[in-house]
T-cell receptor, first 112, second 109 residues
Framework: EAQVTQNPRYLITVTGKKLTVTCSQNMNHEYMSWYRQDPGLGLRQIYYSMNVEVTDKGDVPEGYKVSRKEKRNFPLILESPSPNQTSLYFC???????????FGEGSRLTVL | GQNIDQPTEMTATEGAIVQINCTYQTSGFNGLFWYQQHAGEAPTFLSYNVLDGLEEKGRFSSFLSRSKGYSYLLLKELQMKDSASYLCAVRAAGNKLTFGGGTRVLVKP
């Protein structure tokens, strides 16, 4: 089954404790991206990747890092999480930059 | 930068038609998407417009006017399962995709 898989789905952590949210897609998509969704603000792009080893900042990259060492994986790294990073995170992929996005199920992160 | 506006909430009756408008300002235009998002779930793709005009897909249609920076999503023969948020997203030059805040549609019996 074609899908985008994120882990963990739910996480409660404390300020400053590094964490990684993994994202994997099995559709051989070149384009992958991360979004956060907050009430009243909609989906905001954090980082995106056009292909392996190619990443770019989205609208809200501060406090996040990404890497794209393999085509299928695009992990989101929070080196030192803070409470303002409490949010619902979505990973998405597409066969090309202009194509429709396929979203993962979301990861709800709470930073205390 | 980009600016995308859509209404926050709309209510309609089962079987009726609802039109969700989206206006945008962008530097360079590379296409407009509509996504549906049920509460607690991930967004799913509905439609894509890059040229002016109407795209019809079953009960859902999407319209684009590039000169006016305007799109709408038309939902016909509303069903209870259409209660969801509808997200307008614009792709600008450089392939950056920006979402609007979403329109929550409530379908009443």
């Amino acid at each position: 089954e074609a899908q985008v898989t994120q882990n963990p789905r739910y996480l409660i952590t404390v300020t400053g404790k590094k964490l990684t949210v993994t994202c994997s897609q099995n559709m051989n998509h070149e384009y992958m991206s991360w979004y956060r969704q907050d009430p009243g603000l909609g989906l905001r792009q954090i980082y995106y990747s056009m292909n392996v080893e190619v990443t770019d900042k989205g609208d809200v990259p501060e406090g996040y890092k990404v890497s794209r060492k393999e085509k299928r994986n695009f992990p989101l790294i929070l080196e030192s999480p803070s409470p303002n990073q409490t949010s619902l995170y979505f990973c998405a992929s597409s066969s090309r930059a202009q194509g429709e996005l396929f979203f993962g199920e979301g990861s709800r992160l709470t930073v205390l | 930068g980009q600016n995308i506006d859509q209404p926050t909430e709309m209510t309609a009756t089962e079987g009726a038609i609802v039109q969700i408008n989206c206006t945008y300002q962008t530097s360079g235009f590379n296409g407009l998407f509509w996504y549906q998002q049920h509460a607690g779930e991930a967004p799913t793709f509905l439609s894509y417009n890059v040229l002016d005009g109407l795209e019809e897909k079953g009960r859902f249609s999407s319209f684009l006017s590039r000169s006016k920076g305007y799109s709408y999503l038309l939902l016909k023969e509303l069903q209870m399962k259409d209660s969801a948020s509808y997200l307008c997203a614009v792709r600008a030059a450089g392939n950056k995709l920006t979402f609007g805040g979403g329109t929550r549609v409530l379908v009443k019996p």
